[in-house]
T-cell receptor, first 110, second 114 residues
Framework: DAKTTQPPSMDCAEGRAANLPCNHS???????VYWYRQIHSQGPQYIIH???NNETNEMASLIITEDRKSSTLILPHATLRDTAVYYC???????????FGAGTRLTVKP | GAGVSQSPSNKVTEKGKDVELRCDPI?????LYWYRQSLGQGLEFLIY????????KSGLPSDRFSAERTGGSVSTLTIQRTQQEDSAVYLC????????????FGDGTRLSIL
């Protein structure tokens, strides 16, 4: 699976959009991009995933660049409860496991 | 609907004892995964079950670790003769099948070895 690079930490003001970047320059054509988050003492929570098209669900939007070498997770109106570590994972669909890196610690401030 | 359920949520035991951790996957999910997460670290893959196929045990750290999945549903992870380095959060996840469908995680069992 391709390696991902994320900033270690970010801050966001409550009510504003949080834009979390991820670089995956070695991604291959059959690898999906997944986003999870983990709040202290809880298991990772699935947010969204995509292959090459932009995706949106009730939690977030995923923007994947045309060359697929990077992506951005957008939380449109961040709340204090969105404070968590966010993980970007690139995975071939048939692989068994999810390879979590260090992620981005997002802090939403009042 | 109900998510992945793990029990116990916390387990404290003495070094050398055996422990059993339980995972109830989401109903209808055929794939089940075990991971562990040490303090401040990423997830470490342990084992994967898919339907009636032989499990992928490639992530088990030693022969003290074993897991089974009965009836294609509930899974038990067993650690024999526990060591202090086994202390971690053990996470279970399930998914619809081994395709691009995402894995959904439980909240884990926090295991502390004294």
């Amino acid at each position: 699976d391709a390696k991902t690079t994320q900033p270690p930490s970010m801050d966001c003001a409550e009510g504003r959009a949080a834009n979390l970047p991820c670089n995956h320059s070695t991604i291959s054509g059959n690898e999906y991009v997944y986003w999870y988050r983990q709040i202290h003492s809880q298991g990772p929570q699935y947010i969204i995933h995509g292959l090459k098209n932009n995706e949106t669900n009730e939690m977030a939007s995923l923007i994947i660049t045309e060359d697929r070498k990077s992506s951005t997770l957008i939380l449109p109106h961040a709340t204090l409860r969105d404070t968590a570590v966010y993980y970007c994972i690139v995975r071939v669909a048939i692989n068994n496991d999810m390879r979590f890196g260090a992620g981005t610690r997002l802090t939403v401030k009042p | 609907g109900a998510g992945v359920s793990q029990s116990p949520s916390n387990k404290v035991t003495e070094k050398g004892k055996d422990v059993e951790l339980r995972c109830d996957p989401i109903s209808g999910h055929t794939a089940l995964y075990w991971y562990r997460q040490s303090l401040g670290q990423g997830l470490e893959f342990l084992i994967y079950f898919q339907g009636n196929s032989a499990p992928d045990k490639s992530g088990l750290p030693s022969d003290r670790f074993s897991a089974e999945r009965t009836g294609g549903s509930v899974s038990t992870l067993t650690i024999q003769r526990t060591q202090q380095e086994d202390s971690a959060v053990y996470l279970c996840a399930s998914s619809l099948d081994p395709s691009e469908q995402p894995q959904h995680f439980g909240d884990g069992t926090r295991l502390s070895i004294l």
